[in-house]
Each structure stands twice: as C-alpha cells, then as structure tokens.
C-alpha cells in the first residue's frame, strides 16, 4: 500500500469509529455491505477466469467468499436493529456469523490443503478440468451452506450462539477459539505452496489471514453489540476483506500474468530457457564437427607426423569420448560406411545392423520426412563443398518417435570428386518438444488476447447503446447504432479468431453469415420485406483484411436498409464472396483475358482515382464482359466480394468516391488501407463490387 492509500484508509476508519459511538446500526450496515460487496467481486472475478486459472487455491478462495459473503449477508438482515426476520432475536445475527466464519477459516484451509495433497507444485503442474472442478466445489459448498441456514432457519438444530439474559454461550465462545485455531494453521500450508504466488500475493493473504485471526478473537471479548471489542473485531474483518481484494482484484486487473496465469508465464519462461539452452548445445556441437574427427588415423612413419598422428588421435578419442550424438561417414551413394555413438539408445538398432545395410537408414525414417532427406542430399550431390543440415523424424525399433538434427559436409583432405562424406545425427527430442509447447503457449496467449479485445468491445458496443437511450433525435440515436455496428463487426471479428483453430485466420464466409445476421435483426424491425440472398466460398483472411472488409460490408449493408428501401418496400440484399479463379469460370471469362497484363489497363487512366470506378451505364452496355456486366480489373486480385440490391439505387449526381456520407468517406478509405479496388455499378439498383487480396498472399 502507498502512502496515499494509507491515508485514506486510516481516514476511513476514523469516520467509521465516529459512527459507530453515534449509530452502531449504521456502522455495522456499511461494514458489512462493503465485506459482502468484496467477497462477491472476488467470485466474479475468480468465476469469470475459472478455465483458465492453473492455481486451484484461487478457484477454492472465489467460490469460497461467494458463499461467506452470501451468509454474512443474511446476518446482516438479521440484526436486531433491521427487522427483516420477525420472530428472531441476536442469536440469529451471531449463529449466521459464525457459519459465515467457519466457511471462511475452512476455505484458507482447504484450499492450499488440496493442492499440497494433489501434488500440484510448481513444476509439477498437470492439465487440469478447472471448470469442472469449478462447478465441483460450486456444488459441494452450495450444500454445506443450504444445510447450515435450513438448520438455522427452519430445523433449530444449530447451537445457540446467544441468550438475551447470559450472553454468549459455551458453544459461540468454543466455535471462536476453533475457528481462530483453523485460521492460525492454515498459514502452515500457505507458507508451503507460496511459490504458487507472487511474494506481494503472498504477503497479502498471510496479513488478512492474521488480521481475520485478531478479528475472530476480538469478537470473543464482548458482551453487547456494540462494545468497543465489537467494533474493534469489525474493523479488523473489514481490513481482512479488504486485503484479499487488493491481492486478487487489484493485481488481477493491473497484473494478470503474475496472478492469473503466473503458471502459464513461468512454464513459458522455462520452456524458452530450455529451448535457448538445447540451441547453445546445438552450436556447440555445430563447432565440435572438426577437420579430421571422423578419418581413422593413418599409419605415418616420419617421427613429426607421427607425433601429429598422435596428437589427431588424441583428439579423436576424446571427442568420439564425448559425442552426444551419432557420428558416421557415408560413401558416395550414401551408403553407411562407418558409426559412432550412441546407436542403440537412439534407434533401437545396433550399429552392425545399420553398417552392413541390413537396415537401411531411410526405413527409420518417418515416410512423411524422407523427401527431406533427400531434397538435402540432392543439394549435396550438386555441391560436394556445402555443408547440408536437416531435421526429420526417426521410428526407433520399439515404434517410439524420435526427432533428430542431420549435418552433413564433405570429409575434408579427400579429393572433390571422392563423393565421401562425414556428418552428425543427434536427438532434438526435447528442443521440438520444448518449441510445440511454447507454440501452444503463444496460440494461449493470441487467444486471451483476442477474448479481452472481444470483450472490451462487446462493453464499448454496450455503453454506446446506453448511450443512446438517452437521445431523442432520431439523427443522434442512429450516429450511436451505427458506431455500435461499427464497432459489433469488430468485436465479432476477434470472437472468430478465438474461436478459430489456426488463431490468425478465419473463415470470412462464417464471418459474413454472422455479420449480415446480426445487422437484419438490428435494422429489419418493423420492415421484414426485405430478403438476404448469401452466394459465399469458403475463404480464409487474416485479421488486417477480415476488420476492414468487415467494417466495409457493414457500412454497405447498413447504407441499403437506410437508404434503397423507402416506406417498407419489397426488396432483396445480396453478397457474394468467391475467388477470382470461381468467378471467371462462373462467367466465361477466357484466360487470356483474365491474365492479361496489368498497367494502367487497371485502373482504367480516365477516372481519377485508380482505386475507383463508376461503372455508369453506358459502360454497362458493351459487349466486353458484360459479366453482371464487368470487368477487365480482375487480373490484379485473388478475390472478389460484391454487394448489391435491387432498390432505389443511388443518384447519378452522387459521387460516392467525393461525398459527404461518413459511410462512403470510411469504405473508400478501407479499399485504400487494403489495396483494394472498388466499382459502383447504379442502376437498377446499387452493386459494389470489390476486389481485394489477401495480405499475406
């Protein structure tokens, strides 16, 4: 806590202790209605992340205070000041407490319990069902709790907890001490799983667990309501409270990686040293392949190069000492000639198999790698002085899958055309384990981010429509729908994109059926005479051209309902989406005009800007592609996306590429940030028809 935060507090809690000496009911009120406000924002925060979250303490604690904030709750109702339980005296309001407390003490020591237990350490983190378990213990607390207020309320079997002539009873005062007891010893187990959290996180559990412990031991020194013990007991409970929302809510929101997903970030964190460690060993090894390291010695007379002999030998028994992996020399048909290494360990089959050709090489490796190997040694055939590297997959004797790094050089000192050559074959099982699982990781983090841009734009398509309810003027009200609608195809865009498998494509043709869907319910209300005529192949963008052809085929459609359709008339919207390919067969066009050269046949040099054209209906009249009836444009892009009614159609003298409508400004725009092209065709009816590629074509 900063020093600000600290003065604020200690200013709260002035101006509660000064109501409390003048209104105990009014003090006890705003206590508990702040402790039941957290306890429920902790369960909707810790709900709402529930299958995402690794660490099962903050599942238990979130369900765990939904469940004490609901019978603390119920106790405040019940005070003898409220009147909501006629019939009812203090005992009521004090059995309800320690019910409450009870839950809470059992959840601090459940919770880092079961993970002790379940052996879910960090570093021994399992893939876990979290929603499930979730909706587990949901159930589990919902009937302990129901069963404890059915005892209170209807079956008296709870023990009074207090007696208007004598005070608190034995059983309140040993419930107490229990209830601090179980408190106390819970900090053990959180002292054990500790490094599940951040050490602010931490600090701040094990503070509001002392501070629950003193308030709990405060509230057994007391005789009245409202003695000072009494109040002193609230204040501690509140700043308890208080402490677990600063620790979940406050550094959820500002830092979820270091609460939320903290296991996620760590496995990712080792994963990348992992990875960065297997790649250092890999140079290593790159640089261990010497000169003559895989050339048995030859017998030299002379007593220098016989020293030299003995030092290469030396060096050669060492390395082949040393080596990880498997070294080998091959001829000239890239037969086995010679191996070293861990053989067996790495194929399951002995280096004799492989030597004498009982085994061939390639029968090991995976059928779908081979044409790696040998577009590498094609490479090498071609270029006996390149150094070739690959990396495939191996099926060892036993059937396990291996992956394993190929690096292969011609043997240096022997002739160019020897066709001899030396490599190294070493297992990178756990560097591409280690890559899939940092891919995995990333795909994880694209698709959070994806669902909070998603949501944040669900709120911000939300608020403009609250917005708008506050508007009479028609004009007003509908600048908010179409900004909401703007901002809809967007949102829906990320939605898709979660949801997608691939993570940075999506299904464009999905994506409109959605689109179009979600705008006929917004604008058809009270006018259901006009049809949606979808003629869409499957095609797939990426995010940078999915939001702005989204936005684009909202503000055309938009613009039909508003504008082509006057007083309820019958009519019909109609998209289609195909590629270029689909179109030119659909239509004939021959494929020397379809590849025609590009230039300035495309735009076409009369119209002023080359990114548009107005197709009047002259042009219409040609006999060159009257194809729905154009045009010769088509040779620049993959894909076509028109957008055509049969209304009213709009007026010659409007310039839709030069207007004043927001709508147009904002496609003709979008054609440009795409690199798009787009053509107006205007009577009978309005068809836009818009060619486009994809940007990472």
């Not at 019910?99 to 079961?114: D, E, H, M, Q, V």
């Not at 404890?148 to 023990?159: E, I, K, N, Y």
């Amino acid at each position: 806590m900063d020093f600000y935060e600290v003065v604020v507090w200690v200013t709260i809690l002035i101006l509660l202790y000064l109501i409390s000496l003048s209104n105990y009911l009014l003090f006890y009120t705003v206590v508990e209605l702040f402790i039941v406000y957290v306890a429920y924002v902790i369960f909707l925060i810790v709900w709402k992340s529930r299958s995402r979250l690794e660490n099962r303490y903050l599942i238990i604690l979130g369900i765990g205070y939904f469940f004490v904030g609901g019978v603390d709750f119920l106790g405040t109702l019940a005070f003898h000041g409220m009147g909501v339980f006629p019939g009812f005296d203090t005992n009521l309001t004090v059995q309800l407490h320690i019910i409450a407390r009870f839950l809470r003490s059992a959840t601090f020591l459940i919770a880092p319990l079961l993970l002790i237990y379940t052996g879910e350490r960090l570093g021994n983190v399992q893939t876990l069902n979290n929603a499930a378990f979730a909706w587990k213990t949901f159930l589990i607390y919902a009937v302990i709790t129901i069963a404890c207020v059915v005892s209170v309320f209807f079956l008296q079997g709870f023990p009074d907890s207090y007696l208007l002539d004598s005070g608190f009873t034995q059983s309140k005062i040993i419930s107490g001490y229990f209830i601090s007891f179980m408190l106390l010893f819970s900090l053990f187990p959180l002292y054990i799983i500790r490094d599940r959290f951040e050490e602010d996180v931490f600090n701040l559990l094990s503070i509001s667990i002392i501070l629950a412990i003193l308030s709990e031991l405060s509230f057994m020194f007391y005789s009245q309501m409202d003695e000072a013990s009494n109040v002193i007991g609230l204040i501690f409970k509140l700043l308890s409270f208080y402490l677990i929302y600063k620790a979940i809510v406050d550094i959820g929101f500002e830092e979820p990686c270091s609460l939320f997903f903290r296991e996620l970030k760590h496995r990712e964190e080792d994963l990348r040293q992992k990875a960065a460690f297997l790649g250092d060993e890999y140079s290593h090894i790159c640089r261990m392949i010497g000169k003559r390291y895989f050339i048995e010695p030859r017998s030299i007379e002379k007593g220098d190069d016989r020293r030299n002999q003995e030092e290469d030998s030396g060096s050669y028994r060492s390395f082949m000492q040393n080596l990880q992996g498997i070294g080998f020399q091959i001829s000239n048909d890239f037969k086995i000639t010679f191996m070293h290494g861990p053989v067996e360990e790495m194929t399951g089959y002995s280096k004799q198999d492989l030597v004498s050709g009982q085994v061939d090489w390639q029968e090991i490796v995976v059928a779908e790698d081979r044409p790696t190997i040998f577009k590498e040694r094609k490479k090498l055939r071609l270029n006996p002085n390149s150094i070739v590297e690959s990396e495939y997959r191996i099926q060892k004797k036993d059937g396990e899958i291996k992956w394993v790094r190929e690096i292969i050089q011609k043997i240096p000192e022997e002739p160019e055309n020897s066709g001899k050559f030396q490599g190294l074959i070493y297992d990178i099982t756990e560097r591409k384990m280690a890559e899939e699982a940092l891919e995995k990781i990333d795909k994880i983090r694209i698709r959070e981010v994806h669902h909070r841009i998603k949501n944040n734009l669900q709120v911000i398509s939300s608020l403009l429509s609250l917005q708008a309810e506050k508007f009479d003027d028609k004009e007003v009200i509908e600048a908010f729908r179409e900004s909401q609608n703007r901002v809809a195809s967007i949102a829906m865009i990320h939605e898709k994109l979660h949801e997608s498998e691939s993570m940075d494509t999506l299904d464009f043709s999905d994506y409109l059926r959605n689109l179009t869907a979600d705008l006929f319910r917004s604008y058809r209300v009270g006018n259901n005479n006009i049809n949606l005529k979808l003629n869409l192949e499957p095609v797939y963008l990426d995010m940078g051209t999915a939001i702005p052809l989204g936005i684009i085929v909202n503000e055309l459609i938009s613009n039909a309902f508003k504008h082509a359709f006057p007083e309820k008339k019958e009519g019909e919207i109609s998209i289609n989406l195909c590629r270029i390919e689909t179109f030119a067969a659909r239509y004939g066009i021959p494929d020397q005009d379809k590849t025609s050269p590009t230039g300035n046949d495309c735009p076409d040099d009369n119209y002023p800007n080359n990114n548009y054209r107005d197709v009047q209906q002259d042009y219409l009249e040609r006999e060159e592609y009257a194809v729905d009836g154009y045009s010769k444009c088509y040779n620049n892009f993959n894909y076509i996306l028109t957008v055509k009614d049969n209304g009213k159609g709009i007026p010659e003298e409007i310039d839709f590429q030069n207007t004043d409508s927001l709508g147009l400004q904002l496609v003709n725009i979008l054609v440009e940030q795409i690199d798009g092209y787009i053509e107006l065709k205007r009577y009978p009816g309005t068809e836009y028809t818009i060619c486009f590629n994809n940007k990472e074509n």
